[in-house]
């Protein structure tokens, strides 16, 4: 945000604020503020998305579930309800999900950087996963203190407490042994259950991404929203 010079010349060549994103970087020895920028394309006007409608998540008793790590076994479970429409729409991916992407996903992670927890069902004696949360901690000494999470429930899980209890328990990793400064994530504009699940939990919106994903035939905007310790 200091950098005067750049964001003057960003500005001159038709980028425009969309986010300031608090304590996002360390500079001269304190936390420091970056400023996300955006440029349409001159003439460009989103077409907004195609009439549809996710399917209603069915309100539920909460799940007898328990949190665990992720384990690579859970891939299939994953790459399976990623897909299903009512999650694949709001997740940015594609509902071709297959289970050696997945498994490819999950054998590239950095135990040092990328922490995930599962939420697990028993079904026939057999473990399930329907839902999983992530924080991701950057490689970059500049942007250690800073944690970029993402959460999906299984569709027929949802509305039943699950994201609640993933998310409280991944903040509780957060707060209490490892303590970044500043959480983040990004949530589609017309996911509104996840908006208000974030803000229970202490999440503040810090600005929007426009036109930044696209979603049933047209684009929609993406806010961006964190955590400040």
Same mark, same amino acid.
């Given at each position: 945000a200091h950098n005067e010079r750049a964001h003057k010349l960003y500005l001159s060549l038709g980028f425009e604020e969309e986010c300031r994103l608090q304590k996002a970087c360390v500079t001269g020895g304190a936390d420091g503020d970056e400023i996300a920028m955006g440029r349409l394309r001159p003439g460009f006007v989103p077409p907004p998305p195609k009439p549809f409608t996710l399917p209603e998540a069915m309100k539920g008793e909460?799940?007898?579930t328990r949190i665990r790590p992720l384990r690579r076994e859970d891939c $299939?479970?994953?790459?399976?309800?990623?897909?299903?429409?009512?999650?694949?729409?709001?997740?940015?991916?594609?509902?071709?999900?297959?289970?050696?992407?997945m498994e490819k996903w999950y054998d590239q992670l950095n135990p040092y950087n990328d922490f995930l927890l599962a939420a697990i069902v028993e079904e026939s004696g057999k473990e399930?996963?329907?839902?999983?949360?992530?924080?991701?901690?950057?490689?970059?000494?500049?942007?250690?203190?800073?944690?970029?999470?993402?959460?999906?429930? $299984?569709?027929?899980?949802?509305n039943r407490g699950i994201g609640r209890r993933l998310?409280?328990?991944?903040?509780?990793?957060?707060d209490n042994w490892m303590a970044p400064g500043r959480l983040q994530l990004t949530v589609l504009a017309g996911n509104h259950p996840a908006q208000a699940l974030?803000?229970?939990?202490?999440?503040?919106?810090?600005?929007?991404?426009?036109?930044?994903?696209?979603?049933?035939?047209?684009?929609?905007?993406?806010?961006a929203i964190a955590r400040l310790r």
């Open positions: 909460p799940a007898p $299939a479970d994953i790459a399976s309800y990623q897909a299903l429409s009512g999650l694949f729409e709001n997740l940015n991916t594609l509902p071709s999900e297959t289970v050696p992407a399930r996963a329907v839902g999983v949360v992530s924080m991701e901690v950057s490689p970059n000494p500049r942007l250690r203190h800073v944690g970029t999470m993402g959460i999906g429930v $299984a569709p027929e899980f949802q998310m409280e328990a991944m903040l509780d990793v957060a974030y803000r229970r939990q202490g999440f503040q919106e810090e600005g929007r991404y426009r036109a930044s994903s696209t979603f049933a035939g047209g684009y929609v905007d993406e806010i």
